[in-house]
């Protein structure tokens, strides 16, 4: 049975990257019932809205979605599409992968993490107001069952994956209650897992050892804020956010995105790379068990990068987006 599944193409470079990485997936001959669906800022005309209640209908139906970049109206009252997505359908395992591509501008050639971020709680939670005119507050939710799950979602990430050590990233020295608490949930979950070492690292001290010595780490779990920033660092490491995919996972929905923005600079213009969403789809297909595919339009997409066979602008090469998707679509034949 085709595998049903909500394509979000979304704004700026969104439609020319999602039409790039559904070609490729079609041509791996797995069989996919696509139901492109809209959200982002060019839709709110038609539906006074930027995340329809269609599109998250949709893909709570499917069950899997597959996601361009986004553009949030900022300034008229509409909460992030990102934001709302995730939370409506409790995706609360944000997991991204991080790997040196050999010849790629990297500052490391021996990059292999795998960062896990909380995705509902901690500063993210939405819950701001203002106190009196000039002052406002912000509040950092940390749950025992949100902290729970998301250790424990990156300990069975290490089982499944074969990795050796799991770092609970955190700041408890200073936010003693909340990131006391998600420490202590940590060392609990820790017990379950003998086979994987455990340990615990300082949020500030971890950024840096990161820039010093990526290869201490192995897969990192962290609160919102902290992963949204130790992600993006880490995106740097391996030659920057246009090669990085990402997951946001929960038990009733997974939804999988490039981590680069809609690039309004280059949109329109066929030249943004695909190969970020390309990978998200990679992380989607084994979502779906299709490991032989997943495996196909890696090794396809990641040996015409390394070879330099084909490569887009930002990296150096002449292909447009679609001239890129057709390459890796003939080397899939
Ligand atoms: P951006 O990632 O869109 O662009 C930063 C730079 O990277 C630009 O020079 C752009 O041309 C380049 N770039 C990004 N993706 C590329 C690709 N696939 N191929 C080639 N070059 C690429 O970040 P920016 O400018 O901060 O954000 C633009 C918009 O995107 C904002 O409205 C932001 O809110 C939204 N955004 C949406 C995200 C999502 O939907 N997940 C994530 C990040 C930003």
């Known amino acids: 049975m085709a595998h049903p599944i909500v394509l979000i193409p979304g704004d700026g470079i969104g439609p020319e990257v999602a039409d790039a990485t559904r070609r490729v997936l079609d041509a791996t001959g797995v069989a996919i019932d696509w139901r492109v669906h809209d959200a982002g800022g060019d839709v709110v005309a038609r539906y006074g809205d930027p995340l329809p209640k269609e599109t998250l209908d949709a893909v709570s139906e499917a069950k899997v979605a597959l996601k361009g970049p986004i553009a949030t109206p900022i300034g008229h009252g509409f909460r ?51 106190v009196v005119p000039g002052v406002v507050e912000g509040l950092r939710v940390v749950t025992e069952r949100g902290s729970e799950r998301i250790v424990r979602f990156a300990f069975e990430t290490a089982k499944a994956r074969g990795r050796k050590k799991v770092t609970a990233v955190h700041k408890a020295n200073i936010l003693k209650l909340s990131d006391g608490l998600f420490l202590e949930v940590a060392r609990r979950v820790a017990r379950d897992y003998p086979e994987i070492e455990f340990d615990e690292a300082i949020v500030d001290a971890t950024a840096m050892r990161l820039v010093l010595d990526p290869s201490q780490f192995d897969v990192l779990v962290m609160e919102n804020l902290f992963g949204d920033i130790i992600s993006d660092l880490t995106a740097g490491l391996v030659g920057g956010l246009g090669l990085t995919p990402s997951a946001n996972i929960g038990e009733r929905a997974a939804l999988f995105e490039a981590v680069h923005g809609t690039a309004p600079d280059i949109a329109g213009q066929n030249k943004a790379n695909p190969t970020a969403l390309i990978f998200a789809a990679v992380l989607m297909l084994r979502h779906l068990g299709e490991d032989e595919a997943a495996d196909r339009v890696m090794t396809a997409t990641a040996g015409l990068i390394n070879s330099g066979e084909a490569r887009t602008a930002d990296l150096g090469g002449s292909h447009g987006t679609r001239e890129f998707a057709d ?7």
């Not at 790997?99 to 960062?115: A, C, F, K, T």
């Open 327 to 333: 390459a890796i679509i003939q080397t899939l034949a």
């Open 80 to 130: 992030s599409v990102n934001v709302g997505l995730r939370k409506a359908l409790d995706l609360y395992a944000n997991y991204r992968p991080v790997q040196s591509m050999h010849g790629l501008p990297g500052r490391y050639e021996n990059v292999d993490l795998i960062v896990v971020r909380e995705n509902t709680e901690g500063l993210y939670s939405g819950l701001e107001h203002v």
